[in-house]
């Protein structure tokens, strides 16, 4: 019984880790998908980063605060 | 008034009179000066979201703190954002109709400027904050 009880909670545990993770890939591509609306050259989802590239981007990036939180907050 | 304004006049404030970050200061500005003399802080952009809930009307606010300096190494700066940490933490928005609930740094970055010498640190933070009750909506 203990050992049915331990795979149900297995299992219960794969899904929510593929909930989570199923949500942190739609957040990183809401991300890319935001900067480039934002006017970013180039935004890649890489693995679990999202690259930015373009030029004066970290310049941008240190001056401007609704670039640094595209496609995280509603604002 | 509105809690972004409020918020962030109260964020100005608290690090005006703070004199342990003013000793080391020139200048806390309220948005980029035209010119200024390092080292210096500005009190920046400032982004608001709803965070209320019935019968509470609160605000989540994105609020930067810039600062900058010259000097070979970062040093300065990095006793600079520490005190600024422990100022954020502490502000206190007062008589302006809203409560600080929480106050959390969203993240933080140090850059070289483009000046030789030049270092700049910008600081994002989260604050939620809550009407307080029997304040008056202007």
Known sequence: MAAVAADAAGVKLAVLVRLVEARAEQRRR???E???AAGVEDAQVEGEAVRLSGRGLLRRWMSDLMLR???RVRG | MSAEVAVRAAVIAALRGDAELMGEL????DGTPVRASTPYAVVGECIAGDWGAKGLEGR??????????A?????????LLGRTETVMQAVDAGGSGWRIVGVRLVRSRL???REKDQW??????RLRVVRLEGAAII
């Open chain 1, 30 to 32: 809401d991300v890319a």
């Open chain 1, 34 to 36: 935001a900067m480039l």
């Open chain 1, 69 to 71: 939180e595209a496609g």
């Open chain 2, 26 to 29: 020139n200048g806390v500005f």
């Open chain 2, 60 to 69: 989540e606010l994105r609020l930067t703190v810039g600062l900058h300096d």
């Open chain 2, 71 to 79: 000097g070979e190494t970062p040093g300065r700066l990095a006793v």
């Open chain 2, 111 to 113: 850059a070289k400027g």
């Open chain 2, 120 to 125: 700049q640190a910008v600081v994002d933070y």
